[in-house]
């Protein structure tokens, strides 16, 4: 019997951790986390990461499992939630699906489960090479081995190029071969069910921007992203260090750019990155959007809830 799995998404600064963690106090949930910072040990007011207090009394899944020099693959996260999801079930339980990183989503919904995981060694020489001859260069190399994906992804997109190049050297076949090998066999086990929290103008999610990262900054963001700084073992090329607001601030202590051009900067790409995951959203037809500035949002999640989970 397919089981449906209800994912709370939406854009960044709509409250999706926090509507989550009142929908555990109403039902036996437990949240899997789908954000690529979060899971980062040492990364928590910039990363918005629910409270230790919320994390004791609801269980949250995949937040700090790897440390900010590690790696972590949307096919890393499409296994591991996976397997979460059984072992929720097993023991009785609703798992929930709660993020932004659409990337993730789309592992998951797409199954790529089966993709090789992230090769450290690997991932080293792809970036020694891009060091010398460019991210561009890298990406014409891949429109040689694999067309179909280098058309999908943007020249500047060094994340997904060294992911799709990475998954050549490991299995000498292109992504795009394996995934529609994939796409044929696959068997749909999970029914995805998705609630959109989205604003009705793009001034309310702007002003929410705003507030929230400058109370990051007041709750001490900046000597978080300097003990990161601090360490011997971290750069900006990491993903962890890419993450907004960090990548920003690194720059400031890098004496780049002013700590009050590191704050706008940080500002200016999280609306970028929200404006990023509206666009992916508006992509998916059939999603239930639901206004995240009502007063009324808890109730309306819940009845929506109540309506989709439990309708045979």
Same mark, same amino acid.
């Not at 207090?53 to 996260?77: G, N």
């Not at 080293?124 to 891949?142: F, P, V």
């Not at 500002?267 to 999603?287: D, V």
């Given at each position: ?25 109403? &039902? ?79 592992? $998951? ?25 460019? &991210? =561009? ?5 891949? !429109? @040689? ?16 190029? @060294? ?14 071969? +394996? +995934? ?7 068997? @749909? =086990? ?13 001034q309310y999610l702007h002003e929410k921007i705003i507030d929230r990262f400058n109370l990051m900054i007041e709750n001490g963001l900046v000597d978080e992203v300097y003990s990161l700084y601090s360490r011997n073992d971290l750069n900006q090329d990491l993903p962890s260090i890419k993450c907004v607001g960090y990548k920003q601030l690194w720059d400031f202590f890098e004496n780049k750019? !002013? ?6 900067? !940080? ?12 666009? &992916? +959203? ?11 500035? !009502?007063?009324?949002? $808890? ?14």
């Open positions: 019997m397919l089981k449906k799995i209800i994912c709370i998404t939406g854009p960044t600064a709509t409250g999706k951790s926090t509507i989550a963690i009142e929908l555990a106090k109403n &039902w036996p949930i437990e949240i899997i986390n789908m954000d690529s910072a979060t899971i980062y040990r040492g990364m928590d007011i910039g990363t918005a990461k629910p409270s230790l207090y919320s994390r004791s009394i609801i269980s949250q899944h995949l937040i700090d499992i790897r440390e900010p020099y590690e790696t972590y693959s949307a096919a890393d996260f499409c296994h591991d939630t996976n397997l979460l999801i059984k072992e929720i079930i097993e023991r009785g339980n609703i798992p929930m699906i709660v993020g932004g990183t659409m990337m993730y989503y789309n592992s $998951l919904r797409f199954n790529l489960d089966d993709l090789p995981t992230a090769n450290k060694e690997i991932r080293q020489d792809i970036e020694a090479k891009a060091n010398i001859i460019g &991210w =561009t260069e890298l990406h014409k190399y891949l !429109s @040689q081995i694999d067309p179909k994906t280098a058309l999908k992804i943007s020249p500047h997109d060094r994340q997904r190029i @060294q992911r799709a190049i990475e998954i050549y050297a490991i299995t000498g076949k292109p992504m795009s071969s +394996l +995934l529609n090998i994939r796409d044929k066999k696959q068997e @749909q =086990t999970n029914i995805y069910i998705t609630l959109s929290l989205e604003p009705p103008e793009r750019i !002013s700590l009050k051009t590191a704050i706008e900067k !940080s500002i200016i790409a999280t609306k970028k990155l929200a404006k990023r995951q509206m666009t &992916w +959203l508006r992509s998916q037809k059939e999603r239930t959007i639901v206004d995240c500035s !009502s007063k009324e949002l $808890l109730k309306n999640v819940i009845d929506f809830i109540n309506t989709t989970l439990y309708k045979s």
